[in-house]
């Protein structure tokens, strides 16, 4: 835990200009008033516009250190740093993941304050659709961490250049459709309500398939492709099976 | 050690008493049907200075990353302190400084950052002992490791290295980046290391000439097998370059048949006579050689260790195939 809390630390330190940047673009919708289409629009288009830069490092940050942070050690032949210290694997792994989500939700906070605190929660409940800070917070934690996980995982398959692509390629083709037809048959099914477990599992299978990645494949490349490739799909097929059960016998199957 | 010379003297020590051990190593690469290592073993006892050389290609950077628990073995087993490098890294590197042939530290942190993050992740860390060392090599503590050049990021990694008081120093070639000012800093350094806490160094590299001055045991890699380990006064004692002249045989294409009683690595023929290295010289077999009827001005030298690598390391050799 003091490892990878040293880890995150040094991630964080290593980026604090981003912290700044982020603090910048919150205040530049406050200059939103003095443009001739938004003065007076208090109901309307402007909270949607000055949350507009917390949204859109909501999106964009998580995605770029995402997919950065981590496999840009592997591929760049940097990991070797952190694996010649006494830390575990996961303390690594845990360490550079940790950075990049509190680097990507700190600057949403950063870039969202300024508006937060001049317009109050009645913009922010305006501006996406009656959520309450903690309602937010709920959404924005795992959207930004799927969406960091879900960058990692893509740059891996894509940045490592090993053999292994051609097998992910193929599992996809598969298991994609077969997951979006599941998913299908739930909606009609009358389960859309429960639709709340599929980002759950989803970040549940990343994480794991990041951690064996790091925890097996270490600083090798092409080992790290694999245990990536082996976990990922192996959790996606069960999670395959699962839906398609739960599908089947929710049409009345069983 | 199938395909290793060794004299047996300097017999490495049994496994746990080592601070390496490195029992039939095999590293295989993707479909690739040639091993990068081939059953490597060799053990490096405490307080030694073991240099492993080889070309490139050899197999030294996968043995290293293996000993660092960095990458699995495809069989056979790496181990420091008699405990798994795989299995153990994280605890094992609480013991070990690694020098790395491309510095590896992030770009972005500065020497001084650098050593307040290792005084976070070791139990014992002697951050002062840093900053004396980055003075005497006249690094500055301040500018990002990114923007050093190649000489300051392998002294400023040798400065982290030692910072930990590690009981075993690992070397990955770190010379060619080294200008001959830095380089000469460096090995001052790694004297005065040894001198002091007797530290156990595994080193590989090409610099042969500076390797000579500190390490007490070869080995040699070619094409993916240890062919060679020995101490390095075994090494020069039993390698030498013969000159003489041969009176005895007409024919210059049966030149070197003489040398019977040795294993002649290279015999070349000069104008003056002829030239040859044997890896098994011994005073008495020299001694009954200058006997030999036609023999002339037969005399004996040392070579150094770049010859011997030469001539271990270059061609196919008696030497390369465990002949003795």
């Given at each position: 835990m003091r490892g990878a809390l040293a880890v995150a630390a040094r991630e964080i330190a290593e980026r604090k200009l981003v912290f700044f940047g982020a603090f910048v673009a919150g205040l530049l919708p406050l200059g939103l008033p003095l443009v001739p289409a938004f003065r007076g629009d208090a109901h309307g288009a402007r909270p949607m516009a000055m949350l507009l830069p917390a949204a859109a490092i909501a999106a964009a940050f998580p995605i770029f250190f995402g997919a950065t942070i981590l496999v840009g050690d592997i591929a760049q032949k940097r990991l070797g740093f952190y694996f010649s210290r006494p830390l575990s694997a996961a303390s690594i792994w845990a360490g550079k993941l940790l950075g990049a989500l509190l680097i990507s939700v700190g600057c949403v906070l950063l870039?969202?304050?300024?508006?937060?605190?001049?317009?109050?929660?009645?913009?922010?409940?305006?501006?996406t659709g009656g959520l309450d800070p903690r309602g937010l917070a709920a959404l924005t934690l795992p959207g930004v961490l799927l969406l960091l996980l879900f960058a990692h995982v893509v740059a891996s398959l894509?940045?490592?250049?090993?053999?292994?692509?051609?097998l992910d390629l193929l599992l996809a083709a598969f298991f994609v459709p077969a997951i979006a037809l599941s998913l299908r048959s739930l909606f009609f099914a009358g389960l859309r309500g429960s639709f709340w477990f599929?980002?759950?599992a989803l970040i549940a299978i990343l994480l794991a398939a990041s951690c064996v990645q790091i925890i097996d494949g270490r600083t090798d490349a092409r080992r790290s492709h694999g245990a990536l490739s082996v976990t990922l799909w192996a959790l996606i097929a069960v999670f395959t099976a699962i839906l398609g059960g739960l599908a089947w016998w929710r049409a009345g199957g069983g | 050690m199938s395909a290793t010379l060794s004299t047996g003297s300097a017999a490495p020590g049994a496994l746990g008493s080592s601070a390496v051990d490195v029992r039939r190593l095999v590293v295989r690469y993707g479909e690739n049907p040639k091993p990068t290592l081939q059953e490597v073993s060799f053990s490096v006892p405490r307080g030694s200075v073991y240099a492993l050389l080889g070309r490139i290609g050899a197999g030294k950077s996968s043995l290293v990353r293996c000993l660092l628990g960095q990458q699995k073995p495809t069989a056979g087993s790496c181990a420091l302190f008699g405990e798994g490098a795989w299995k153990n890294r994280a605890r094992l590197m609480a013991r070990v400084g690694v020098v790395p042939e491309d510095p590896d530290a992030p770009p972005a942190m500065t020497g001084r950052q650098l050593a307040a993050l290792c005084s976070r992740l070791y139990p014992a860390w002697g951050g002062g002992s840093v900053f004396d060392r980055l003075r005497r090599f006249d690094v500055p503590a301040d500018i990002a490791f990114g923007s050093l050049s190649k000489s300051q990021k392998t002294l400023v990694s040798l400065a982290l290295a030692l910072g930990s008081s590690p009981d075993l120093l690992i070397l990955d070639d770190p010379m060619p980046g080294l200008d001959a000012v830095a380089r000469a800093a460096f090995f001052d350094e790694l004297v005065g290391e040894l001198a002091d806490r007797g530290t156990t160094v595994l080193f590989t590299s090409h610099d042969l000439a500076g390797v000579e001055k500190m390490a007490d045991r070869v080995g040699i890699l070619k094409g993916g097998k240890l062919v060679l380990d020995e101490s390095l006064?075994?090494?020069?004692g039993r390698f030498q370059r013969l000159r003489y002249r041969n009176e005895g045989m007409e024919d210059p294409a049966s030149y070197g048949q003489e040398l019977s009683a040795f294993d002649a690595v290279k015999v070349k023929v000069r104008g003056w006579g002829i030239e040859a290295v044997v890896s098994n010289y011994g005073d008495e077999s020299f001694a009954r050689f200058?006997?030999?009827?036609?023999?002339?001005?037969?005399?004996?030298?040392?070579?150094?260790?770049?010859?011997?690598?030469?001539?271990?390391?270059?061609?196919?050799?008696?030497?390369?195939?465990?002949?003795?």
């Open positions: 870039a969202g304050a300024p508006v937060f605190f001049l317009e109050g929660e009645r913009a922010l409940s305006l501006a894509a940045r490592l250049r090993s053999a292994w692509i051609v599929l980002p759950v | 006064d075994d090494l020069k200058r006997a030999l009827e036609g023999i002339g001005d037969a005399e004996a030298s040392a070579l150094s260790l770049e010859e011997i690598f030469a001539a271990v390391a270059g061609e196919a050799s008696p030497a390369a195939h465990g002949k003795k």
